[in-house]
């Protein structure tokens, strides 16, 4: 039995991105999802075609072959000679179309497999170039499961889906142009009961497809929550949550299940309705074909071909329900993914933005005003200037308004108002890229790759040599940990690097700034999960690094900005004060109470 979960423990947990959407059947968004096929339209496209027409052609002409000519004329007549030339003919037919069979199959899952890989291509490149707002207002797990699940879903749409579906249509065509041939009042009476099953099938559309969205969005509750899961799991065990964690994975895993459940359920409706359909056709075929052929107007042989043509009119039909099923839930996910898609990204480079050959690194802020959310400020019109080469700390108590700075700096976000200006041009007419190369980041949380020691520092310039990359851990002191690892700088870490202490982590992503020479450094509390000794050594290699560079520096221990050539102290996203250490501190304002207050708290 699934534990009862507490409201407080659901309230963790929101997916507002990932409600279902509640649109009609859109035309052009297939047509938008089918543009992925164009460029195999004169490769994989037309042999696949042509395998599919040639098995569509065999499949019509045999039952022709054993009604009218086996059983009409060979049988009838007794020829022995003509039966054989019909059952060799026959034979051929079945070989030849194995044979396109096999062709089509092996050309469609190559066209499927072509078109995930464009797809999912296109989504991952889109949302690498997507803002931080983006990101900051969904979960890994959902943008997971749009890269992985949704477009995994396309697959079947795409490798038989589409084949199917034209293979169907043609067999559909071809049998009712031959039914009527044969017997058009027979064709109307077995056909009488099609608008009927129509109906049936179009009121049941919205219905499947709104519950194989609602399938993506549990799926995507499920994904969201794992990744929470597994990357808190110290914070679970620490805080023996785990009980309530189960509870809550087994509240949206049922409801997972329940989704699906409704959903195949609702898709099984489609199947009896056609087998209904081919049943009464059959008793419609069975009597009154009987009784034309009774009165002359039906030779038994076209009688024979009939059925046979009857049997596969309704086989196409009871397809054409999975094939309508695999595009609904395609369409349900197509939806989702192009929904990331269209997500246009908030901070945006000009047409022709200006080219950054080398920043000096002067940057100003003038009346800048900027919120993560409506109505709430986090910077509220600063204006300050930070001199080119020089090192610049942010001071303030949480919320202040530091980190936005560094953010709006990277131009991570843009303003709400006023300019942010680098070398005295307004940052949003320079080349982004040309930009972000030249700044490098140092956060307090460190981020490392899977891979190695070298690579984790490379990433910072991948075109480094591995003694540049070296000289960089040297210069911050990471190369005395570095040495004692098993295989040194070859040493593979995984995703997180749980091996390295918080500490080294922090070293490596100093190296990784440092190597990638940049002209502006930015430091977030970069030496908060480093001890004493460590900082010593690394001020010390920043005196050198950091010469003729701009730096910005973050901290909340004070003791780490005393060197700072200015110091800038924010309150509420306004600037209370600006100085040097000394200046500042004969102000007694409010650095000078903060620096009093954080060393009384030493001494305590």
Not at 224 to 247: D, K, Y
């Amino acid at each position: 039995m699934t534990k009862k979960i507490n409201p407080s423990v659901l309230k963790r947990f929101r997916y507002s991105s990932d409600d279902v959407i509640d649109a009609p059947f859109n035309w052009s968004q297939l047509a938008r999802l089918f543009t992925y096929v164009k460029p195999y339209s004169r490769s994989l496209l037309p042999k696949a075609f042509i395998a599919v027409t040639i098995t569509t052609l065999i499949r019509l002409l045999i039952p022709i072959l054993i009604g009218v000519f086996v059983i009409d004329k060979a049988l009838e007549n007794k020829d022995g000679q003509m039966l054989w030339i019909l059952v060799g003919s026959i034979a051929v037919l079945y070989i030849i179309n194995t044979i396109a069979n096999r062709f089509r199959i092996r050309w469609m899952n190559e066209l499927g497999q072509n078109v995930i890989y464009d797809l999912r291509k296109h989504l991952f490149t889109h949302v690498q170039w997507l803002s931080h707002r983006f990101f900051d207002q969904r979960s890994a797990g959902s943008i997971l499961v749009r890269i992985m699940n949704d477009i995994n879903s396309l697959q079947e749409l795409f490798t038989n889906g589409v084949i199917n579906l034209l293979m169907d249509i043609l067999l559909l065509a071809g049998v009712l142009i031959i039914l009527f041939t044969l017997s058009p009042p027979l064709a109307l009476a077995v056909l009488v009961i099609l608008p009927l099953m129509f109906f049936i099938s179009t009121t049941l559309r919205k219905n499947i497809r709104r519950s194989w969205q609602d399938v993506r969005m549990k799926q995507s509750k499920i994904n969201s929550h794992l990744n929470e899961s597994i990357q808190g799991m110290r914070i679970t065990q620490s805080f023996t949550q785990e009980n309530e964690n189960m509870a809550f994975f087994n509240g949206i895993n049922e409801e997972s299940y329940e989704s699906w459940r409704v959903a195949t359920k609702k898709n099984a409706l489609f199947r009896p309705f056609v087998e209904i359909t081919n049943a009464i056709g059959s008793v419609v075929l069975i009597l009154y074909g009987a009784y034309l052929i009774k009165n002359g107007q039906l030779d038994l042989g076209a009688f024979v071909a009939f059925a046979f043509y009857l049997g596969m009119f309704w086989e196409p039909i009871s397809r054409l329900g999975m094939v309508y099923s695999q595009l609904l839930m395609g369409m349900a996910s197509s939806e989702r993914i192009f929904e990331f898609l269209d997500e246009q990204p908030l901070v945006h480079e000009k047409e022709n933005p200006q080219k950054i050959n080398q920043l000096k690194g002067l940057i100003e802020f003038e009346h800048v005003e900027f919120g993560y959310e409506k109505n709430r400020l986090a910077l509220n019109g600063i204006t300050l200037e930070m001199k080119a080469g020089k090192t610049v700390a942010l001071v303030g108590h949480t919320g202040s308004g530091k980190t936005t700075i560094a953010n709006l700096v990277s131009r991570f976000y843009d303003p709400t108002s006023g300019v942010v200006k680098m070398d005295g041009v307004d940052i949003r007419d320079l080349s982004l890229s040309d930009l972000r190369e030249q700044i490098s980041i140092v956060l307090q949380e460190t981020f490392i790759f899977s891979g190695s020691i070298l690579e984790n520092i490379r990433f910072g310039n991948p075109h480094a040599t591995d003694e540049e990359v070296k000289n960089a851990a040297q210069a911050v002191g990471a190369n005395g940990f570095i040495d004692r690892l098993s295989k040194g700088y070859d040493t593979e870490v995984e995703e997180r690097g749980n091996i390295l202490s918080v500490g080294e982590r922090q070293l490596l992503s100093f190296a990784r700034a440092i190597l990638a020479n940049p002209r502006i450094i930015i430091l977030d509390e970069a030496t908060a999960s480093i001890d004493t000794e460590t900082e010593i050594q690394i001020q010390v290699a920043l005196r050198t690094l950091l010469k003729n560079r701009t730096a910005i520096i973050i901290a909340h221990r004070l003791s780490t900005i005393r060197e700072a050539d200015q110091i800038i102290v924010l309150e509420n996203g306004s600037v209370l004060e600006s100085g040097n250490h000394d200046s500042l501190m004969k102000d007694r304002g409010h650095y000078h109470h903060l620096v009093m207050a954080q060393f009384e708290d030493v001494l305590n």
